[in-house]
C-alpha cells in the first residue's frame, strides 16, 4: 500500500483486499494469538493460587459458579479444579463477589486470571506433547466448519467488507454489532483454556524437552504460509491488492470461516517438531511479556 501525502484515504476496495488477506493469518493462528494479547491486569499469588499446587494434592470437588452453565463452563472449571485447586478457588470466589455483574464482565475477570495461570504453569506447558497442539487446532477447524455449514452470517465476507479504521475505534458500537458473537466466542475461549490445562498436566508427568527454532522450521512455516496464499478464494484479492482493482465483489463473495479451517488445517500439516518448538517459543515468549485472555469473550 502506497502512503498518499496528501493525507487521504487509501481506495476502500484496496483496503477490503489487504484486510481478507489479513484474515488468512488471523483466524488460522487464533489458538497461537491467544497467547500474546497484551499484558492482563495483574494478579498477585495469592489471588491466582497457582503457586500452591502440587503434584500430589487431590483436586476438590468442582465448583461452577452460578450461571455458567454451558458444557463448555462446566469442563474449564472441573479442569482448573483438578490442575490447580488454588486457582480454582481463587476464582470461585472472584465471582462469587461479582454474581449479579453482566456475563461480559465475569468472563473478562476469568480469562485474565487465567492468562495469569497459564503464565504461571508455562514452563509446564512449553513442555506438553504436540497431540494437545493437533487437539487444539482440530477443534478450532471443526468449530469454523460447522459455522460454514450452518450458513452463519458471521462466515460471509460481506459483513467485513465495509469494515474500516473508523469502524474499529468505536468500540461500543462495535461491541452491539457483534453481540451475537459473545457467546461462541466465550465457549471456544474456554475450550481452548481447557485443553492448555490439560497439555500443562500432562507435561508433569510425561514432559518433552525442545530446543530453539531452527532455519527449518522457519522454511517449513513460510511453505504453510504460502499455502495459505495460494488458497483459490486469496489468490485473487492478493491480485487485487497489488494492482489496485476493485476487490469489492471479491471479499463480499468471501467464506472467512472456509478460509480460517484452511488455515488451521495448513498449519495442522506442520512437521510435530516444528510445531513443537514454535509453540513452546510462543509461550515463552508469553511467560516473558505476559498474557490477557479477556478479549476472548468480546470486541
Not at 132 to 154: E, K, N, P
Not at 234 to 252: E, I, R, W, Y
Amino acid at each position: 500500500m502506497t502512503f498518499d501525502a496528501r493525507g487521504g484515504k487509501p481506495p476502500a476496495s484496496r483496503n477490503n483486499a489487504l484486510f481478507a488477506v489479513a484474515v488468512v493469518a488471523v483466524v488460522g493462528g487464533a489458538f497461537m494469538l491467544a497467547l500474546k494479547f497484551p499484558v492482563a491486569p495483574k494478579f498477585s499469588p495469592a489471588d491466582t493460587g497457582s503457586h500452591t499446587i502440587a503434584a500430589t494434592v487431590q483436586a476438590p470437588t468442582a465448583q461452577v459458579p452460578s450461571g455458567w452453565t454451558s458444557e463448555a463452563a462446566q469442563t474449564y472449571f472441573a479442569t482448573l479444579s483438578r490442575v490447580d485447586p488454588g486457582a480454582s478457588t481463587t476464582l470461585n470466589k472472584r465471582l462469587a463477589r461479582i454474581s449479579g455483574k453482566p456475563r461480559v464482565e465475569q468472563s473478562e475477570i476469568v480469562f485474565a486470571h487465567a492468562a495469569n495461570v497459564l503464565k504461571d504453569h508455562a514452563a509446564d506447558l512449553a513442555r506438553a506433547d504436540t497431540r494437545h497442539l493437533d487437539d487444539i487446532l482440530v477443534m478450532t477447524r471443526d468449530r469454523l466448519r460447522s459455522a460454514s455449514h450452518s450458513g452463519s452470517a458471521w462466515c460471509q465476507g460481506a459483513r467485513f467488507a465495509d469494515l474500516d479504521q473508523a469502524s474499529f475505534s468505536d468500540r461500543a458500537a462495535l461491541n452491539r454489532e457483534l453481540k451475537m458473537l459473545e457467546e461462541p466466542l466465550r465457549d471456544y475461549g474456554l475450550a481452548l483454556v481447557s485443553h492448555l490445562l490439560v497439555a500443562i498436566e500432562d507435561a508433569r508427568s510425561n514432559p518433552v524437552s525442545r530446543g530453539a527454532l531452527t532455519q527449518t522450521d522457519k522454511a517449513a512455516m513460510q511453505g504453510v504460509m504460502m499455502s495459505m496464499l495460494s488458497d483459490p478464494q486469496v489468490m485473487p484479492l492478493l491480485m487485487a491488492a497489488q494492482t489496485g482493482g476493485d476487490a469489492d465483489k471479491l471479499v463480499k463473495s468471501l467464506n472467512v470461516c472456509d478460509l480460517g479451517a484452511t488455515a488451521v488445517t495448513a498449519i495442522k500439516t506442520l512437521p510435530q517438531d516444528t510445531k513443537g518448538r514454535a509453540f513452546a517459543d510462543l509461550v515463552r515468549q508469553m511467560e516473558l511479556g505476559g498474557g490477557d485472555l479477556s478479549r476472548l469473550s468480546q470486541f
